[in-house]
């Protein structure tokens, strides 16, 4: 063996396979070359090995999240953090604090702060006024609340068509409240705000990806490649390494040029690459617009994104058909149904096709993940960062008791055989991979111990959650050589103060992280 570049020891290595666990890796040319003991270890060094003993700390895989949303989510966080108000009050307080000269910027909002009133923007306006242009992202990041004055400076007076399941909430008069559900309509406003400057920006993803890096993750699942991603990761890429790798899945809508989306697969670079396309089958539960076998408590949630359903499995066919991966948002019950059918219809491939949040679904569906190799995509903390155990939050009152209590079934799809790959949604909810493990395990947010747990019966173990983030995660993305520690393997690698199996959770969630590596090289160290 040539001399290594890196050797790292630690107490406890997770190899994530069977056989003797080792305590010190070699890596060189970005990959491992060696695994043994710290005394094989003195054999790997040459002149310029860096050498590095952890000591008790436990070195793992490198952790992936399987859902982010890094270029829209530096768009998406502009403005005053809002995700901590929980009622009106706190909402107008924040709001009159932050107003400035020009327009007033949000993001974060949970629906449940309007306590089961329908959301409109009377309480912004008994914050600011009717003549302060405010916009405001919807936690969910599918929805926005406007003023009047922004309603009015984007021309809107009255209900909008759309080519999906998009629309501008009225009253009963064909006014609007200001609610905006969906891509489509959130876009007439936010398509006028003033721009940021493309530094700004890139500065803005660095310090994202570096923040990512320092929680331990050495990967993640770009759910977006619009507007300049292209020019962003070419121009940090042209600077140095990126800290994080990225595989990116450019959204398609009703109506979009699907030769195009085939074109994007060329698309890489050192540390990222194009390789899927992200649908969207329906929106969310919150909004309305989820899709469901029955209507919700409101009488909402009863249709498809795409105004005729057949028109996804065409375009998701067509993209299959030239070796796309296909990667399905999918809410309710009847969507997830509807893209499983699809799905069984397409060619099997290398990457797997995946569904990602699966937030309500009956028995039926469960199996069938693992008999079409379907990966299931979800977000731990969706469910406990949203939902209460009570069942007394928006999203679960809007689907009742039935639908609540089937709900976020992550246990029952591992144990019926299903791929499952775990992530944040980033920035739906915060990307830190120690506090979605440990709420994996807790059906909690990690911290929160007299906080009940949300059908516990759905906890994962120690050992799952962290397959969800490397071995399940290596799988989805049809990469043998990523996802568990072995010679060939890449040497991405994340390093924690305590293990990740055997700590308690709520502690793993606030320990510290020494080290992560990518492709062999310290992409974060404390």
Not at 52 to 57: I, P
Not at 208 to 228: I, P, Q, V
Not at 392 to 415: P, Q, T, Y
Not at 437 to 465: D, F, H, I, K, Y
């Amino acid at each position: 063996m040539t001399s290594a570049d890196l050797i790292l020891m630690a107490d406890r290595i997770h190899t994530m396979g069977s056989g003797p666990q080792p305590t010190a890796l070699a890596v060189a040319g970005g990959r491992i070359v060696a695994a043994g003991d710290r005394a094989a270890a003195r054999d790997w060094r040459g002149p310029h090995t860096e050498v590095l003993d952890l000591g008790a700390a436990t070195i793992t895989p490198g952790l992936v999240d399987g859902h982010a949303h890094p270029v829209m989510g530096i768009g998406l966080t502009r403005g005053v953090d809002l995700s901590g108000v929980r009622t009106l009050s706190d909402l107008k307080l924040v709001l009159r604090a932050a107003r400035g000269s020009g327009w007033l910027e949000g993001w974060g909002l949970d629906p449940n702060a309007f306590g089961g009133a329908p959301v409109t923007s009377a309480p912004v306006v008994e914050a600011v006024g009717p003549d302060v242009p405010v916009f405001l992202r919807m936690f969910d990041a599918h929805s926005a609340l406007v003023s009047p004055r922004a309603l009015e400076v984007a021309g809107i007076t009255g209900p909008r068509s759309f080519g999906s399941g998009a629309s501008v909430v009225c009253d009963g008069e064909g006014r609007p409240t200001g609610h905006l559900l969906e891509l489509e309509a959130v876009e007439l406003v936010r398509g006028i705000l003033p721009g940021d400057a493309f530094a700004d920006r890139c500065a803005r993803l660095r310090e994202l990806m570096a923040r990512m890096a320092a929680c331990g993750l050495t990967g993640a699942n770009a759910m977006d490649f619009e507007e300049d991603s292209l020019d962003l990761f070419r121009a940090l890429e042209a600077d140095g390494e990126l800290p994080v790798r990225w595989r990116c899945a450019p959204f398609v809508m009703p109506g979009a040029a699907l030769p195009e989306v085939v074109e994007k697969q060329r698309l890489r670079g050192r540390r990222w690459q194009v390789e899927g396309a992200k649908f969207m089958i329906d929106g969310t539960v919150d909004g309305g617009t989820a899709w469901l076998d029955e209507p919700d408590t409101h009488g909402e949630s009863t249709a498809c994104f795409w105004p005729d359903p057949a028109e996804y499995a065409a375009a998701a066919g067509y993209l299959a058909g030239h070796g796309v991966p296909i990667v399905t948002h999918a809410i309710g019950d009847a969507g997830i149904r509807y893209v499983l059918d699809t799905f069984a219809a397409l060619p099997r491939m290398r990457v797997p096709h995946r569904i990602e949040h699966l937030e309500t679904m009956p028995c039926d569906l469960i199996g069938r993940f693992a008999q079409l190799d379907v990966t299931a995509s979800m977000q731990p903390t969706h469910c406990t960062h949203y939902t209460r155990a009570d069942h007394s939050d928006n999203w679960s009152r809007r689907l009742g008791k039935l639908r609540a209590d089937r709900a976020f079934r992550a246990r029952d799809l591992r144990e019926n055989g299903a791929r499952l790959a775990l992530g944040s949604d980033w920035p739906i909810a915060p990307f830190d991979p120690r506090g979605i493990l440990a709420a994996a395990r807790l059906r909690r947010p990690a911290g929160s111990p007299t906080t009940p747990p949300v059908l516990p019966e759905q906890a994962l173990t120690a050992r799952m959650a962290l397959e969800g983030y490397t071995t399940q995660a290596a799988a989805a993305a049809g990469q043998p050589d990523a996802g568990r520690i072995g010679v060939g393997c890449r040497a991405d690698l994340s390093v924690f103060e305590l293990d990740p199996l055997t700590a308690d959770p709520d502690e793993f969630a606030e320990s510290a992280v020494p080290l992560t590596v990518v492709a062999g090289t310290v992409a974060h160290r404390a």
